[in-house]
């Protein structure tokens, strides 16, 4: 059974700090590149960035260059999302992603976990 699970959201206050993480299992971890996405009320899915299944590429949306880091831990089939000098724009569900190398679409998703920056 493939499952996707996202942890380490919360409030936080605006220049403050998140890590999540996104364990994996039920299929070859170091056969898909995993992303990060976040819903924002009202709004539809953003793609954040993403870290390809080689772990040599990593990839952000331009809002979040510099401040968040995508890495990934293959032993423990575990990606994160690192995410520094939050604002309160950055509020939203996140969602973490797993798509095979062949693939042209994720095949896999999480339950999404909230992330709140106050100002």
């Known amino acids: 059974q493939v499952q996707l699970v996202e942890s380490g959201g919360g409030l936080v206050q605006a220049g403050g700090s998140l890590r999540l993480s996104c364990a994996a299992s039920?299929?070859?971890?170091?056969?898909?590149?995993m992303g990060w996405f976040r819903q924002a009320p009202g709004k539809g899915r953003e793609f954040v960035g993403a870290i390809s299944w080689s772990g040599t590429g990593t990839y952000y949306v331009d809002s979040v260059k510099g401040r968040f880091t995508i890495s990934r831990d293959d032993a423990k089939n575990t990606v994160y999302l690192q995410m520094n000098d939050l604002m309160p724009e950055d509020t939203a569900v996140y969602f973490c992603g797993a798509q095979e190398m062949s693939s042209d679409d994720y095949d896999y998703w999480g339950q999404g976990t909230q992330v709140t920056v106050s100002s």
């Open positions: 039920g299929f070859i971890f170091t056969k898909y590149t």
